[in-house]
């Protein structure tokens, strides 16, 4: 077989394969319909701020004087739960401190929802 009929196969490989999976795909798994994100279970507000304050960073610090504005919420593609869009004030005691838009996942457990990737 040539160079080029080689290239010709592998290239017609690739088209079905593409398009195969894009025909099994939303049979396998449909998620990121308004449907399904509904049924996912996630954090109030008053929840999600006392999962963060409990949160501790890597120097061992807590979060007590975190604010939090809860987002828009879907289920959790890094890690167990949910992952939503928040607006976090790390620390409300400092004059200069600035709102940050960032996406904080969060999962429950022991029936509390605890910070779950950072």
Do not use: Y
């Not at 200069?96 to 904080?104: I, L």
């Amino acid at each position: 077989m040539t160079g080029s009929a080689i290239g010709i196969v592998a290239a017609g490989c690739l088209v079905v394969g593409f398009g195969a999976g894009f025909v099994v795909r939303p049979m396998i798994a449909p998620g990121g319909s308004a449907a399904a994100v509904a049924g996912v279970a996630q954090p109030t507000e008053e929840e999600a701020m006392a999962a963060v304050r409990r949160h501790r960073l890597l120097t061992g610090t807590p979060l007590a004087n975190a604010t939090l504005k809860l987002g828009d919420c879907s289920p959790g593609g890094v890690g167990p739960g949910v992952t939503c869009m928040t607006q976090l004030t790390m620390d409300t005691t400092k004059a200069n401190a600035t709102p940050q838009n960032r996406p904080v996942g969060f999962a429950r457990v022991n029936d509390q929802w605890e910070v779950a990737v950072w």
